[in-house]
């Protein structure tokens, strides 16, 4: 953890550094200290979103409020400044008013329909409003900044995992080795060796064939219901089926609206989810099935013959990362074994 924490810290000051040298070069220093901030807060914020660890970081401090206080009071006086809208979304972002985000972003691509970090900005926001899931609209942003700005990191980076997670794993593989091609940063270029890696463990990923127009074609599933492309016959069992439920004593707890996160781990282990499906307490009742459709890392899936923790989470802040009220359940599944159970959700979070 240490060794990742240290990489990230280094990658974080090359980003921020690339976003605030222009600014600051140009006097904008307001815009280049928030820039600094939520690119490294970001950074920082990332990695505990896409895991099951309980960080419980503290809230930002009073300065990024102060300057995002000033930043919007700006844009009320200069409502068509569209670099300051995207310094608001990526702001927001920081303070993980998501909705706020995407707001922000939207705002700026309508301003200007050909601004990538618009578009990759928008891209992120709805992503991280699903709880880490690239969203369908998302992938379309980052196809789009991709025509615009083939050569864009950035957007060769999402793209690239937008790839994988759809199944395209040759476009996927093309996307990080050109991005390899542009000598990143040596920290960056290893990371990329590793995603390259598991690639080869996907379906296709062997020989670096594609897996199909039908799989590539295919967003993650946001129901219940099984993905129809790019698994194949041999991961036909590489399912978790959960008929979702909540005990009586807990059913006035509930609110409307509310969310509903299932997802598979591996039992004790850390890291993120092998499987997460974002839905809505109207879900409960139903049956949600978890599968490599699922998937939120290339490479990191559930498996036949796999022992996995399966959990049902109610989120009341509507965030991925655990919360003190929260309702949940869980359960051990034997993927390939097992057939649909039931899992209730029964406990209350502390």
């Known amino acids: 953890m240490n060794v990742f924490l240290v990489i990230a810290s280094l990658m974080a000051a090359i980003a921020a550094a690339a976003v605030v040298w222009p600014l600051l070069r140009s006097h904008r220093v ?16 990332l990695y505990p979103l896409w895991s099951n660890w309980n960080w419980n970081a503290p809230p930002p401090g009073p300065d990024v409020s102060g300057m995002v206080t000033k930043l919007e009071k700006h844009l009320q006086e200069v409502p ?15 303070l993980q008013r998501f909705d706020d985000a995407v707001t922000a972003f939207e705002h700026a691509k309508q ?11 928008l891209g992120e926001a709805l992503s991280m409003r699903s709880g880490s899931q690239i969203t369908p609209e998302a992938a379309k942003l980052f196809e789009e900044a991709l025509t615009l700005e083939p050569q ?10 937008a790839a994988a997670v759809r199944g395209d794993v040759s476009l996927a593989r093309t996307r990080w080795q050109t ?10 270029e290893k990371m990329l060796d590793a995603r390259l890696a598991e690639l080869s463990s996907m379906p296709g990923g062997a020989s670096g064939a594609g897996v199909g127009a ?8 946001t129901g219940g219901e099984t993905s129809a492309g790019g698994a194949g016959a041999s991961s036909a069992v590489a399912e978790a089926r959960v008929n979702i439920s909540i005990a009586p004593a807990l059913k006035n707890r509930l609110k409307e609206g509310a969310l509903l996160f299932v997802f598979a781990r591996n039992p004790g282990g850390g890291g ?8 809505t307490v109207a879900q409960i009742g139903t049956e949600v099935t978890l599968s490599a459709a699922d998937s939120m890392i290339p490479g990191r899936a559930i498996a036949a013959g796999q022992q996995v923790q399966v959990m049902a989470r109610v989120s009341f802040s509507g965030q991925p990362t655990p919360v003190a009220g929260d309702l949940y359940g869980e359960l051990t599944y034997n993927v390939g074994l097992d057939k649909t159970r039931e899992l209730v959700i029964d406990r209350i979070a502390e």
């Open 30 to 45: 307001l815009e280049g200290g928030i820039a600094a901030l939520v690119v490294l807060g970001l950074s920082a914020g």
């Open 80 to 94: 068509d400044d569209t670099k300051g809208w995207v310094m608001m979304g990526r702001s927001y972002l920081e």
């Open 111 to 121: 301003l200007d329909g050909k601004n990538v970090d618009a578009m990759l900005g």
């Open 152 to 161: 864009n990191p950035r957007a060769m980076l999402y793209g690239g995992f």
């Open 179 to 188: 991005l390899k091609a542009l000598h990143p940063p040596a920290e960056l």
């Open 214 to 221: 039908s799989a590539s074609e295919t967003a993650p599933s």
């Open 272 to 279: 993120p989810p092998l499987a997460a499906k974002r839905l």
